[in-house]
């Protein structure tokens, strides 16, 4: 089987085959687009997300939904301190269940949108390959679809986890560089799907319409299968690099970080044609790895404090070293639910806004060669913790 088939074949995991009840399914896309009026650039998200969606799968159940319903005349009971206040009943915490589609922006102003689906809403197809959710729609090769919510929505239903607005898209998609690897265990597997993607199309968020070309989206994709999330959840990817040894802007190169799984990090890159892969499933001695994730205690002159990602690995042939920053005004805390329920959440600080370097070196002998030093922007910079 030719890789381009074992690439499609795993990009279709788990949306078709034996109905697992419990569990994730995380397909996700990042790209950039250019506002159509006044050129102000953007980083976009579009997520689709499977969780435990066979437990309800007539109805989408939140684990945040409030939990206890109180009429006036409860709420009277209770304040008089009657017999009638002990028979008033919460509900049980429940583990969520449903199908999530969510899109958003990540700059100065972040923010995601999510509409929710009972599985048995959703339709999937392998020839071709396509997903429906409502009037949300995923193929191999395009995207299609809206979400919305209304202030008062919102206000309403704090569980949905997300903000106002309203953000509609068309696109269609070219995979460039695509990877199988990342990793893998009994329970959990990611792999960046689409390393670096071609975009094109228009997305239209509160109104605003941004221009998505493809020469210029720096597009991304992974997938993520596992039993819960990964704790921390620890990413940094980038397409937009360019060389400070030649000057040149590195059209064919990107990388992707992330972890933690098994207390170690995955990177996966391709550097103007050559492969460099990490994975953090393989033999301990195959590399190490260090990382940090910090805020930066004073600010600059402009009175920004940053956050700072920080990597390095080294194996017998190689050594990298990745430094990126964002502005802490520029990041998103983000809340995902967890597939155990509990009312468990990852909260995730996000930006589209990194800028930073990365170094790499080969070991030759006794001695290091600098095989490319180049600049990073637009790197999409994440850090989370699974809370209660």
């Given at each position: 089987?030719?890789?381009?088939?074992?690439?499609?074949?795993?990009?279709?995991?788990?949306?078709?085959?034996?109905?697992?009840?419990?569990?994730?399914?995380?397909?996700?896309?990042?790209?950039?687009?250019?506002?159509?009026?006044?050129?102000?650039?953007?980083?976009?998200f579009i997520e689709f997300e499977m969780l435990n969606p066979w437990l309800y799968p007539s109805e989408p159940q939140l684990g945040f939904k409030p939990r206890i319903q109180i009429k006036e005349d409860d709420l009277q009971y209770a304040l008089s301190g009657t017999s009638s206040a002990y028979e008033l009943e919460s509900e049980k915490i429940i583990q969520p269940s449903y199908v999530a589609v969510?899109?958003?922006?990540?700059?100065?102003?972040?923010?995601?949108?999510?509409?929710?689906?009972?599985?048995?809403?959703?339709?999937?197809?392998?020839?071709?390959?396509?997903?429906?959710?409502?009037?949300?729609?995923?193929?191999?090769?395009?995207?299609?679809?809206?979400?919305?919510?209304?202030?008062?929505?919102?206000?309403?239903?704090?569980?949905?986890?997300?903000?106002?607005?309203?953000?509609?898209?068309?696109?269609?998609?070219?995979?460039?560089?695509?990877?199988?690897?990342?990793?893998?265990?009994?329970?959990?597997?990611?792999?960046?799907?689409?390393?670096?993607?071609?975009?094109?199309?228009?997305?239209?968020?509160?109104?605003?319409?941004?221009?998505?070309?493809?020469?210029?989206?720096?597009?991304?994709?992974?997938?993520?299968?596992?039993?819960?999330?990964?704790?921390?959840?620890?990413?940094?990817?980038?397409?937009?690099?360019?060389?400070?040894?030649?000057?040149?802007?590195?059209?064919?190169?990107?990388?992707?970080?992330?972890?933690?799984?098994?207390?170690?990090?995955?990177?996966?890159?391709?550097?103007?044609?050559?492969?460099?892969?990490?994975?953090?499933?393989?033999?301990?001695?195959?590399?190490?790895?260090?990382?940090?994730?910090?805020?930066?205690?004073?600010?600059?002159?402009?009175?920004?404090?940053?956050?700072?990602?920080?990597?390095?690995?080294?194996?017998?042939?190689?050594?990298?070293?990745?430094?990126i920053t964002c502005k802490v005004k520029a990041l998103y805390d983000r809340k995902l639910e967890c597939p155990e329920g509990k009312r468990r959440i990852l909260s995730i600080i996000q930006s589209g806004t990194g800028i930073g370097e990365i170094k790499l070196y080969k070991k030759i002998k006794n001695d290091l060669e600098q095989i490319e030093y180049a600049r990073i922007t637009n790197g999409i910079?994440?850090?989370?913790?699974?809370?209660?």
């Amino acid at each position: 089987m030719g890789a381009a088939k074992k690439n499609l074949k795993a990009g279709k995991l788990g949306f078709n085959g034996p109905k697992k009840r419990f569990g994730i399914n995380y397909w996700r896309f990042y790209f950039k687009g250019i506002q159509n009026n006044g050129g102000t650039e953007c980083m976009f998200f579009i997520e689709f997300e499977m969780l435990n969606p066979w437990l309800y799968p007539s109805e989408p159940q939140l684990g945040f939904k409030p939990r206890i319903q109180i009429k006036e005349d409860d709420l009277q009971y209770a304040l008089s301190g009657t017999s009638s206040a002990y028979e008033l009943e919460s509900e049980k915490i429940i583990q969520p269940s449903y199908v999530a589609v969510r899109a958003g922006r990540l700059d100065s102003c972040p923010k995601q949108i999510t509409s929710y689906f009972p599985v048995k809403n959703c339709s999937f197809s392998t020839r071709p390959f396509e997903i429906c959710a409502g009037p949300d729609i995923f193929t191999e090769n395009e995207l299609t679809g809206s979400v919305s919510l209304s202030e008062e929505e919102c206000s309403k239903h704090p569980e949905y986890l997300c903000n106002a607005g309203e953000i509609s898209w068309n696109l269609k998609y070219e995979i460039v560089k695509e990877f199988v690897e990342g990793f893998e265990d009994k329970t959990d597997k990611w792999f960046p799907a689409g390393i670096q993607i071609l975009i094109s199309g228009l997305i239209t968020i509160d109104g605003e319409d941004y221009i998505i070309d493809e020469k210029k989206s720096n597009g991304y994709m992974d997938r993520f299968i596992g039993k819960s999330f990964p704790q921390p959840w620890f990413h940094i990817s980038s397409s937009n690099l360019q060389s400070l040894i030649s000057g040149k802007t590195l059209f064919n190169s990107n990388f992707v970080v992330q972890g933690l799984f098994e207390n170690k990090l995955s990177f996966i890159g391709n550097f103007e044609g050559s492969d460099i892969i990490f994975l953090a499933d393989a033999p301990k001695r195959k590399y190490t790895c260090v990382w940090n994730c910090i805020e930066s205690p004073e600010a600059d002159e402009n009175g920004d404090k940053t956050v700072h990602w920080s990597v390095s690995f080294n194996s017998k042939i190689w050594i990298i070293d990745i430094d990126i920053t964002c502005k802490v005004k520029a990041l998103y805390d983000r809340k995902l639910e967890c597939p155990e329920g509990k009312r468990r959440i990852l909260s995730i600080i996000q930006s589209g806004t990194g800028i930073g370097e990365i170094k790499l070196y080969k070991k030759i002998k006794n001695d290091l060669e600098q095989i490319e030093y180049a600049r990073i922007t637009n790197g999409i910079c994440e850090f989370g913790n699974i809370e209660e």
